[in-house]
């Protein structure tokens, strides 16, 4: 019984407030899920750069490990801090160099999402702690999706969390639980993609970067998780240019949706959107199980 949130700006003018509306949806939804929360932001990229999120512990030397690694790379580094997360801005030519770096001088460092758009947060605590530890509210973009988490299959723990990432600019945030991520997990390993967790969350999403990587849309993707996914989920998928969400045949999964002229927003219960400027005259429905929808910003 988790809680899912997505907003997905149409209106430019609404991107200031981004973390604002995002960070009071989320934490609407602490009763579905108040052991841990977190969420992924899309924002403006930086020209050529890479953003490495990375989680942190909480005794963690951050001023000696930007000497350290501008000293072993020919660039210098920007290193964004937010509590317990860090986040390195690298040119996009070096950044597997940037990678193999925060690897070798600091392997506490655990890499929760790259991209040239997405941060990615998350952490245990109540949804409106997590929010507010990060600085949701001060936050910008043109996206984000958000999930606050009741533990059911897994501990209690920061990297059981989600939003999970697999892929470049993707992440994945999940209600439900599938029956097959054990097997799927075994298959997809011997495809080359990595796992963290155990967690069967991360396994969806490695599954829709898998499929992405070998040359599937993301509509594809989702298509093709229909077949081989078994459980009961609701998905709700980020990317660099828009959002996806996607029930299964059953749709046992609360979900409801709102779309205006200036946004879309997802929410596992209404009362997750009734802030919404605009809500009053917004198109409510329900998404219809196996249906993918997606929406993303023109180019």
């Not at 040119?91 to 758009?117: D, F, I």
């Amino acid at each position: 019984m988790c809680g899912i949130v997505g907003l997905f700006l149409k209106d430019r003018a609404l991107e200031p407030e981004l973390g604002r509306h995002l960070a009071v949806m989320l934490e609407t939804m602490t009763a579905r899920g108040p052991d841990s929360a977190g969420f992924a932001i899309y924002g403006e990229r930086a020209p050529d750069a890479t953003k490495i999120t990375l989680r942190a512990p909480a005794d963690f030397d951050v001023a000696l490990f930007a000497a350290e690694l501008n000293a072993v790379l020919d660039f210098d580094a920007e290193i964004i801090q937010r509590s317990t997360h860090l986040v390195l801005v690298a040119p996009s030519s070096a950044e597997q160099r940037a990678l193999a770096a925060v690897k070798a001088l600091a392997p506490q460092l655990t890499v929760s999402s790259v991209g040239a758009h997405m941060e990615l947060y998350k952490e245990v605590g109540l949804p409106a702690d997590v929010a507010r530890r990060f600085d949701l509210a001060g936050m910008s973009g043109t996206h984000g999706v958000g999930h606050t988490r009741m533990a059911t299959e897994s501990a209690v723990t920061t990297a059981g969390a989600h939003p999970f990432s697999t892929g470049k600019d993707q992440c994945l945030v999940h209600n439900g639980s599938l029956s097959n991520h054990n097997l799927m997990r075994r298959r997809l390993s011997r495809e080359g993609v990595s796992f963290a967790t155990e967690n069967d969350s991360e396994v969806a999403a490695g599954y829709l970067s898998w499929r992405i990587r070998e040359g599937d849309s993301l509509g594809e993707a989702l298509e093709a998780s229909l077949k081989e996914l078994d459980g009961f989920y609701t998905f709700v998928v980020g990317t660099d240019t828009g959002f996806g969400v996607l029930r299964d045949p059953i749709g046992c999964k609360h979900a409801v949706m709102a779309e205006t002229d200036q946004y879309v927003a997802f929410g596992t219960e209404y009362r997750a959107l009734s802030a919404l400027p605009g809500i009053e005259h917004a198109r409510i429905f329900e998404p219809d199980p196996a249906t993918v929808y997606f929406w993303e910003r023109a180019a």
